[in-house]
């Protein structure tokens, strides 16, 4: 579908395609990110130190952005056998390393400033999957992400030229004189719709009361982890690393269930923090 409209916007605009696809894919996930932003600040808007909350949380995302281009550099490097400046300068984007890389920088930013972090953290997972559901929606129109090969309802073809399409190509799947890729599952969708279902979860969660400081982080990083690992069965770009049978995200996720689990039930007899009105978001 991506394909398709930035095929008719080229041909009206004389604009590259592959420019429509990637300007669509960069506006939807700065939309949003916006969101998770402005929801966010909302919600600490009673909250006495929401300004050194907000520099926090700003600061962080420029470490987030390095942390979603890790995975893919170590990733490059692995294959070439070498670690060159044209891989640290071009390459893709993971959300799942770049999105703990940022959650953790808002952790350590708020420990340095003396702030406990639940405040921050637990407004901005309320709204990470709602975020997200649009990124991923971006994923769809620019094809990357793409699904596994089948034969199903559900299967959609990608335009020559997008990821899928070059994929398959490569493998020798595709005849001679194809124009689309082969049906594939829309795993864009499929996560779309899985962040949609969380952000419900979480926001019933929020609603509870009395409410932990940290509930809300580690209920988001428990679901989104069961989520990423189940759906990542249905992802078919092998740009994203196989290793064993996982893949890199799989493995990822399985590590993050286990630190939740091992904190929730090993450091659950202590105080997180200090439970006090400044701990709690003051409009939910």
Known sequence: MGGFIAFLLSRAT???????????YLFLSLAGLALVAAFARRDLAGN???????????????????????????????????LTYGLLAAGGLVFYTGALAGLCAMYAGCRI?????WPLLDAVCLYLPLGHAFGRLGCFFGGCCFGAPTDSVCGVRFPAGSPAFLQHKSQGLLPDGAVASLPVH?????????????????????????QLP??????????????????????????????????????????????????????????????????FPHAR
């Open 113 to 117: 400033m003396r702030l406990s972090p």
């Open 186 to 210: 829309p795993s864009q969708l499929y996560e779309t719709a899985g962040n949609l279902v969380l952000f419900a979860l979480l926001l019933l969660l929020s609603k509870r009361r009395p």
């Open 214 to 279: 940290g509930r809300l982080t580690a209920f988001y990083l428990a679901g989104y982890a069961a989520l990423r690992f189940t759906l990542e069965f249905w992802r078919g770009d092998a740009i994203r690393g196989v290793y064993f049978g996982l893949s890199a995200s799989q493995y990822i996720a399985l590590t993050t269930l286990a630190a939740v689990l091992a904190v929730a039930f090993g450091g659950g007899k202590r105080s997180v923090a200090p439970v006090s009105k400044s701990n």
């Open 48 to 82: 006495p130190d929401r300004g050194r909350y907000q520099l926090v949380f700003l600061a962080s995302l420029p470490i987030g952005l390095a942390g979603a281009r890790l995975l893919p550099i170590i990733q490059d490097a692995l294959a070439a056998g070498r």
């Open 14 to 24: 004389d604009v590259s395609a592959f420019a429509i696809l990637e300007a669509g």
